[in-house]
Structures are given as C-alpha cells and as structure tokens.
C-alpha cells in the first residue's frame, strides 16, 4: 500500500524535528577518511580482535563454525576465548586489510562467495589475491566501524540477518543505518 503524506503535515514534522535538533544538537564526529583507521595508525598486524554488532552486543562475536567439515562458515556466536572469533588486520594496501582468524592463520581469509547469484554470501576461504578478501574499516562513530570490501564498495556492508531465528549468519547487504552493520573491533591480543 503506498500512503501520500499531506504536504502540510510533513512540513510541519520537518519544522518539528528541526527545533527539536536545534535544540538538543551536538558536533557529529569527522567521519571523513582523515580519521579511517588506516591514518589514525590502524590495527596492530600482530594483535587480534574481536567484532562484534551494536545490534547484538558484545554477547555474539564473529565467529568460524567448527564443524569438521570446511571450518569456512561464519556465524555470530557466543562470545567466548575461541581462535576463531580472534580477528587479525593484515594491511594489503590502499586503506585496505585482510582479516584472518588466529584459528585458521593466514591461509584462509573473511572473503565474499563470487558465485553470479547474491554474491553477498560470507566464508573463510583460501588466502589469495581477491578483492572480496580486501576490506575497508570505515569509523562510524561512538566506538564503531562499517566493514565493506573493495570487490563491491560501499554499497555493501558487512551485516547479521535479522530473521527472527537465530539471527546470527552473516551478509554482505545493502549499506543502510541499521546495528547490525555496526561493529566494535575490541583488542583481545
């Protein structure tokens, strides 16, 4: 169903708001890429890190499932002292860094599955020259960063499906102002 808002009504909610913000207003941080993590020193290549979603807290990390089989599916798990929710931030160049897990060392790297349909579906795969695997950290503010790759740019963040089940698997997904493309990248090591 497509409902018009009258146009005096939005006026009025623009004008509104607008006091509203006035009033209560505070500088908004420089998000530009003068204070990426990349010119603000960025990761220790040496140290690991746990992410985590605003939308879920500091309870799920991002994880790899242990199952026996590929160990390459990622999930939001429990938080817990696992190798595989320690994420490493290697640089590969150009604002950009290759994540890996200490469970999985370097041969295996967070890259987006290129199979011509979503191409939005996440795995640890082998460790290679993709530009899936090459990740820019974009501070978001109050702690957080958005994630996304140079294969498919900005419009394409690192996200948790919010389907009501688990809610733990993980997308590339449209870029849009939702928490679970918010995440904190906490030293752990």
């Known amino acids: 169903m497509n409902r018009r808002v009258p146009k005096m009504t939005y006026l009025i909610a623009i004008g509104v708001l607008a006091i509203a913000v006035s009033a209560n207003s505070k500088p ?14 960025g990761f220790d290549p040496k140290s690991y890190y746990r992410l985590t979603t605003q939308w879920q807290g500091d309870g799920k ?27 490493k931030f290697t640089p ?12 999985q060392g370097n ?6 599955v290129n199979d011509g349909q979503g191409n939005n579906q996440l795995i640890l795969a082998k460790t290679g020259k993709f530009t899936g695997q090459y990740w820019e950290i974009t501070p978001w503010g109050n702690g957080y960063y958005r994630l996304t790759t140079q294969w498919q740019g900005v419009g394409k963040s690192l996200d948790v499906v919010n389907d009501g089940q688990g809610n733990d698997q993980l997308i590339l997904a449209d870029t849009a102002e939702v928490s679970g493309q918010y995440w904190k990248i906490t030293k752990v090591k």
């Open 28 to 41: 908004l941080p420089n998000f530009h890429r003068e204070n990426s993590a990349v010119t603000q020193g």
């Open 107 to 112: 041969g295996k790297s967070l890259d987006v």
């Open 92 to 103: 590969v160049g150009g604002g950009y860094y290759r994540l890996t897990t200490e469970w």
């Open 61 to 87: 990390s991002l994880d790899v499932v242990n199952d026996g089989k590929n160990n390459n599916r990622l999930v939001l798990a429990d938080t817990g002292n696992f190798t595989g929710q320690y994420w």
